[in-house]
Nanobody, 123 residues
Framework: HLQFVESGGGLVQPGGSLTLSCAAS????????IGWFRRAPKKEHEGVSC????????YYADSVKGRFTISRDNAQNTVYLQMNSLKLEDTAVYYC????????????????WGQGTQVTVSS
């Protein structure tokens, strides 16, 4: 049973920043592709950002390019999503997910999902 904890969500004003974390225990993140996805009310899961297991190749959705940064710290067994210049439309539940298929930042390529953390951008 893989255990990991998502944290860092909350309420922030437009233009603000948040950092989401996904910390794993009992297993190593080294060999996994890791993705951050989000789901806004009445919308499908959207791939926000993914990072490969080997070279650390990253992918970003057009809607977050230049504002969000994904990173992984294998020594700490943690993945981060730094979110800057947040907009109202970034409001969603954010999930970290783990998979083994390189180069695909779509929900279908990920097998293991976290419980999600709410991000609300509101003035």
């Amino acid at each position: 049973h893989l255990q990991f904890v998502e944290s860092g969500g909350g309420l922030v004003q437009p233009g603000g920043s948040l950092t989401l974390s996904c910390a794993a225990s009992e297993f190593s993140l080294d060999y996994y592709v890791i993705g951050w996805f989000r789901r806004a009310p009445k919308k499908e899961h959207e791939g926000v950002s993914c990072i490969s297991s080997s070279e650390g190749t990253t992918y970003y959705a057009d809607s977050v390019k230049g504002r969000f940064t994904i990173s992984r710290d294998n020594a700490q067994n943690t993945v981060y999503l730094q979110m800057n210049s947040l907009k109202l439309e970034d409001t969603a539940v954010y999930y970290c997910a783990f998979g083994t298929i390189q180069g695909m930042c779509v929900p279908e390529a990920f097998d293991i999902w976290g419980q999600g953390t709410q991000v609300t951008v509101s003035s």
